[in-house]
């Protein structure tokens, strides 16, 4: 289990600094590629843009919409320290994998860079995050993490592409449901159904119904993988079932989407801000004929049900009582408004 920054060494902290940097960078970049890139593929193939209903944000949705091609899709695992080969069982890293030359040239989706070099798989090179989106559009995952191949300290790569994430569910529900003290050892010790149950909450636990499909759940799995690590894992998954970013971090679920602000809105949220509505249309919004969009991000907490108890003993599971809770809204500034700052927006749950 990763550790707080206070009970960090020195050299640690550094890279636990650096992580956090690179993380935001990184975000950015998938928010755009993910959302902003989607929408105006759909603008320009006149295709309308499905934005997600409020009751689709909230804890336990189960509903879905039909798959788009339009819309950018990937899974994205960024660990601070380097995967321990035990974990290549179920997060599949392997040479045959890694992001080499030898091996994009198999890849048929991807066209290989007359320019193309080893550094370019390098977080501190200039042209990494144009090089990473090239590779998004190959199936499976990209792990990116701290470089164990390189001499210098806290350098961080694309190390493989084409990851496969190999868990079966069963087990990735055992092993929190005993980390909450619903199980002491097997998933099915209290019977079929309570292990039933406590898959299905697996899903609930990161903020996703058990009918979805094969991405999220491969995304939720890894999640469960990295909390084995004793550094800290995010994982990004670009979902076109229901149109959004989802992050799973050490600070829980977060899902990042677009909606729809009207002039009046606009006018609104504006003086609230104490900005002319021009000013905050060019900071905030993105503009497609008469649409203005924004990335907005819904950011959930666990309950008392999905923590570990305080007196560390077995507890009774009740299905009925929710794992997770919506905790905050914002409303994302645009990639090249660097100098804002994301505000307070609560839409999730407002009156229409």
Same mark, same amino acid.
């Given at each position: 289990m990763w550790r707080y920054r206070e009970r960090l060494s020195s050299t640690e902290k550094i890279r636990r600094s650096l992580y956090e940097v690179l993380r935001d960078a990184l975000e950015v970049k998938l928010m755009k590629i993910s959302l902003i890139d989607s929408f105006y593929k759909h603008v320009q193939s006149g295709v309308e843009y499905r934005f997600p209903d409020k009751s689709e944000l909230k804890p336990? !949705?189960? $509903?879905?919409?039909?798959? !788009?091609?339009?819309?950018?899709?990937?899974?994205?695992? +960024?660990?601070?320290? !380097?995967?321990?080969?035990? &974990?290549?069982?179920?997060?599949?890293?392997?040479?045959? %994998?890694? @992001?080499?030359?030898? %091996? &994009?040239? %198999?890849?048929?989706? +991807?066209?290989?860079? #007359? #320019?193309?070099?080893?550094?370019?798989?390098?977080?501190?090179?200039?042209?990494?995050? *144009?090089? =990473?989106? !090239? &590779?998004? *559009? @190959? *199936?499976?995952?990209?792990?990116?993490?701290? *470089?164990? =191949?390189? $001499? #210098?300290?806290? $350098?961080?790569?694309?190390?493989?592409?084409?990851?496969?994430?190999d868990w079966p569910i069963a087990d990735a529900a055992e092993d929190l449901a005993r980390w909450l003290r619903y199980i002491q050892a097997g998933l099915y010790e209290n019977g079929d159904r309570t292990g039933h149950i406590l898959q299905n909450k697996l899903f609930e636990y990161y903020g996703t119904h058990h009918s979805v499909g094969g991405r999220r759940t491969a995304a939720l799995i890894a999640a469960q993988l990295l909390r084995k690590t004793d550094f800290l894992g995010t994982v990004y998954v670009s979902s076109s079932e229901n149109r959004s970013m989802t992050k799973y971090s050490e600070r829980g679920v977060s899902r990042f989407f677009l909606i729809r602000l009207t002039r009046k809105e606009i006018q609104a949220l504006a003086k609230k801000e104490g900005m002319e509505p021009g000013t905050f249309t060019a900071t905030y919004l993105y503009t497609a004929d008469s649409h203005y969009v924004g990335i907005s991000e819904a950011v959930y907490d666990y309950t008392v049900y999905s923590r570990p108890p305080e007196d560390g003993k077995l507890r009774k599971l009740r299905p009925a009582y929710n794992w997770l809770k919506l905790a905050d809204e914002f409303l994302h500034p645009r990639a090249d408004s660097p100098n804002a700052r994301p505000i307070n927006y609560s839409w999730v749950y407002a009156s229409e």
């Open positions: 336990k !949705s189960k $509903r879905m919409e039909q798959e !788009s091609e339009l819309f950018n899709t990937f899974i994205v695992l +960024f660990c601070e320290g !380097s995967l321990p080969s035990e &974990l290549k069982n179920h997060i599949r890293f392997f040479p045959e %994998n890694r @992001v080499i030359k030898k %091996n &994009l040239e %198999n890849v048929a989706a +991807f066209r290989i860079q #007359k #320019k193309f070099h080893l550094n370019l798989r390098h977080f501190d090179q200039p042209a990494f995050l *144009d090089f =990473t989106e !090239s &590779l998004l *559009d @190959v *199936d499976y995952a990209l792990l990116i993490q701290q *470089d164990p =191949t390189v $001499r #210098k300290k806290n $350098r961080y790569a694309l190390t493989h592409f084409h990851v496969k994430i």
